[in-house]
C-alpha cells in the first residue's frame, strides 16, 4: 500500500485495529466502529458504552439487529450504548452507488446486473489475508480488469480486522455483515449506496451475518445499505452469467487455498462450483478451475457433507451429469445421508 495512503486505526482491548485505502480517503467518523463494536458487544457478550455519538438513525437500527440477533441465536441485548448526535438526520445521498466484489458467483451477478453500481469494493484481509502477498497482488489484478473491461471504478481496501486479537475470535459467519458495513461507513465519503451480493435465496432463509432481514438496518444518514439476490439461488445466479466473457475469465470462490491455484478444485465451495458449470456443461471453459477428473477424484475422496448442504447436492442429480461425476456425486450424498441417520440413532 503506498505511503501515503488513507488510514484510520483505532485501539481496541489494547491493539490496534486499522482499515486503509489508497483509492480514496477514509471517513473517520465513528459509525463505521460502532458497527464493529456493536457486533462484538452482541456476539462475545460484552458491555460497551461507545465513547463518541453516532449517527441517530444508525443507533436505532443496531437496536433492531441487536433484537433480531438474540431471536437467531440468543444473543445479548442491550449491551452496547451509544449516545447520538442530537438533531434528528437528514439523509444525504447522491455520491454514486457501489458494490463488494469478491469476484464470486453472487457479486458477479449483482454487478452483470446493476448497471447503476459504478464503483466495487474489495477488501483485503477479509476472505484473503494480507500475508498471502502473491494471492492479494493476483486478485487485486483480477479486480482492475474488471472494472476496466465493465468501466467502472475499483475501491481496495486493506485491513487487520481478522487477525485482530478481539475480532479474530468471533466467528466470520455471524460477523460479516457488520465488517462489510464498516468499510460502507468508512467510504461514505466517496459513496452514499453499497450492496452486499445475498448468499441465499429468501425461500431457504438461515440465520447469517448478511442477510436480506438486516443488511438494511447498518445503514445511517449518510449510507444506505441494500442486498441484492435473494430472490434465486446461486446455481440460478450461475447459469444467468454463466457465458459472461468477465465471470469466465475471473470467477473465484475459494476461500480454504488448499495449494497456489485462485479456485483450489478441493474444497467444498470449490466442488460445489465446478459441479454448477459441470450441470451447465460449461466447466471446461473456465480457466480458473482445475477439469473434471479433479472433481471427480475429490468427490470421491471427501468426507461427508453438512447436513444443510444436501439439499443443494441432490438438485445437481436433476441434471445430465458426465457418468464418472454423477456416481461420485450419488457416493457423497450416500455417506452423507448414512452419518446423518447414524448421528440420529445415536441420540435416540
Given at each position: 500500500?503506498?505511503?501515503?495512503?488513507?488510514?484510520?486505526?483505532?485501539?481496541?482491548?489494547?491493539?490496534?485495529?486499522?482499515?486503509?485505502?489508497?483509492?480514496?480517503?477514509?471517513?473517520?467518523?465513528?459509525?463505521?466502529?460502532?458497527?464493529?463494536?456493536?457486533?462484538?458487544?452482541?456476539?462475545?457478550?460484552?458491555?460497551?458504552?461507545?465513547?463518541?455519538?453516532?449517527?441517530?438513525?444508525?443507533?436505532?437500527?443496531?437496536?433492531?439487529?441487536?433484537?433480531?440477533?438474540?431471536?437467531?441465536?440468543?444473543?445479548?441485548?442491550?449491551?452496547?450504548?451509544a449516545?447520538?448526535?442530537?438533531?434528528?438526520?437528514?439523509?444525504?445521498?447522491?455520491?454514486?452507488?457501489?458494490?463488494?466484489?469478491?469476484?464470486?458467483?453472487?457479486?458477479?451477478?449483482?454487478?452483470l446486473r446493476?448497471?447503476?453500481?459504478?464503483?466495487?469494493?474489495?477488501?483485503?484481509?477479509?476472505?484473503?489475508?494480507?500475508?498471502?502477498?502473491?494471492?492479494?497482488?493476483?486478485?487485486?489484478?483480477?479486480?482492475?480488469?474488471?472494472?476496466?473491461?465493465q468501466?467502472?471504478k475499483?475501491?481496495?481496501?486493506?485491513?487487520?480486522?481478522?487477525?485482530?486479537?478481539?475480532?479474530?475470535?468471533?466467528?466470520?459467519?455471524?460477523?460479516?455483515g457488520?465488517?462489510?458495513?464498516?468499510?460502507?461507513?468508512?467510504l461514505?465519503?466517496?459513496?452514499?449506496?453499497?450492496?452486499?451480493?445475498?448468499?441465499?435465496?429468501?425461500?431457504?432463509?438461515?440465520?447469517?451475518?448478511?442477510?436480506?432481514?438486516?443488511?438494511?438496518?447498518?445503514?445511517?444518514?449518510?449510507?444506505?445499505?441494500?442486498?441484492?439476490?435473494?430472490?434465486?439461488?446461486?446455481?440460478?445466479?450461475?447459469?444467468?452469467?454463466?457465458?459472461?466473457?468477465?465471470?469466465?475469465?475471473?470467477?473465484?470462490?475459494?476461500?480454504?487455498?488448499?495449494?497456489?491455484?485462485?479456485?483450489c478444485?478441493?474444497?467444498?465451495?470449490?466442488?460445489?462450483?465446478?459441479?454448477?458449470?459441470?450441470?451447465?456443461?460449461?466447466?471446461?471453459?473456465?480457466?480458473?478451475?482445475?477439469?473434471?477428473?479433479?472433481?471427480?477424484?475429490?468427490?470421491?475422496?471427501?468426507?461427508?457433507?453438512?447436513?444443510?448442504?444436501?439439499?443443494?447436492?441432490?438438485?445437481?442429480?436433476?441434471?445430465?451429469?458426465?457418468?464418472?461425476?454423477?456416481?461420485?456425486?450419488?457416493?457423497?450424498?450416500?455417506?452423507?445421508?448414512?452419518?446423518?441417520?447414524?448421528?440420529?440413532?445415536?441420540?435416540?
Amino acid at each position: 500500500m503506498p505511503s501515503n495512503a488513507s488510514r484510520v486505526e483505532w485501539e481496541i482491548d489494547g491493539a490496534p485495529l486499522w482499515f486503509e485505502c489508497a483509492d480514496t480517503p477514509l471517513n473517520s467518523a465513528p459509525d463505521a466502529m460502532a458497527c464493529l463494536c456493536f457486533a462484538a458487544s452482541s456476539l462475545a457478550g460484552w458491555r460497551v458504552r461507545f465513547p463518541v455519538s453516532i449517527c441517530p438513525l444508525l443507533e436505532h437500527r443496531l437496536k433492531r439487529i441487536g433484537r433480531i440477533w438474540n431471536r437467531w441465536w440468543g444473543t445479548d441485548r442491550d449491551r452496547f450504548k451509544a449516545e447520538t448526535r442530537g438533531t434528528p438526520p437528514t439523509i444525504e445521498m447522491g455520491r454514486g452507488t457501489a458494490l463488494f466484489l469478491s469476484l464470486g458467483v453472487d457479486s458477479f451477478y449483482t454487478l452483470l446486473r446493476m448497471p447503476e453500481a459504478r464503483t466495487i469494493v474489495y477488501v483485503a484481509g477479509y476472505d484473503v489475508q494480507l500475508i498471502e502477498t502473491e494471492r492479494c497482488a493476483k486478485i487485486e489484478r483480477r479486480l482492475h480488469d474488471v472494472a476496466e473491461r465493465q468501466g467502472v471504478k475499483v475501491i481496495l481496501v486493506r485491513t487487520n480486522l481478522r487477525t485482530h486479537p478481539v475480532f479474530g475470535k468471533l466467528g466470520w459467519d455471524r460477523l460479516h455483515g457488520a465488517a462489510l458495513a464498516a468499510v460502507g461507513h468508512l467510504l461514505d465519503s466517496a459513496i452514499s449506496k453499497i450492496f452486499i451480493s445475498a448468499s441465499f435465496p429468501k425461500n431457504y432463509f438461515k440465520p447469517w451475518g448478511s442477510s436480506w432481514k438486516t443488511d438494511f438496518l447498518w445503514s445511517s444518514s449518510r449510507l444506505e445499505i441494500g442486498h441484492f439476490g435473494e430472490e434465486l439461488w446461486r446455481l440460478e445466479k450461475l447459469e444467468k452469467i454463466v457465458d459472461e466473457p468477465l465471470v469466465m475469465d475471473h470467477l473465484r470462490v475459494c476461500w480454504e487455498h488448499r495449494n497456489d491455484g485462485l479456485n483450489c478444485g478441493e474444497c467444498e465451495k470449490c466442488q460445489r462450483t465446478m459441479l454448477g458449470l459441470v450441470s451447465l456443461r460449461r466447466l471446461e471453459v473456465y480457466q480458473t478451475f482445475p477439469n473434471v477428473e479433479t472433481l471427480v477424484a475429490g468427490l470421491q475422496a471427501s468426507p461427508a457433507l453438512i447436513g444443510k448442504l444436501l439439499p443443494t447436492y441432490r438438485a445437481f442429480l436433476k441434471h445430465d451429469l458426465p457418468p464418472e461425476v454423477d456416481g461420485a456425486l450419488r457416493g457423497l450424498i450416500q455417506r452423507t445421508e448414512a452419518r446423518i441417520k447414524s448421528r440420529n440413532h445415536a441420540i435416540q
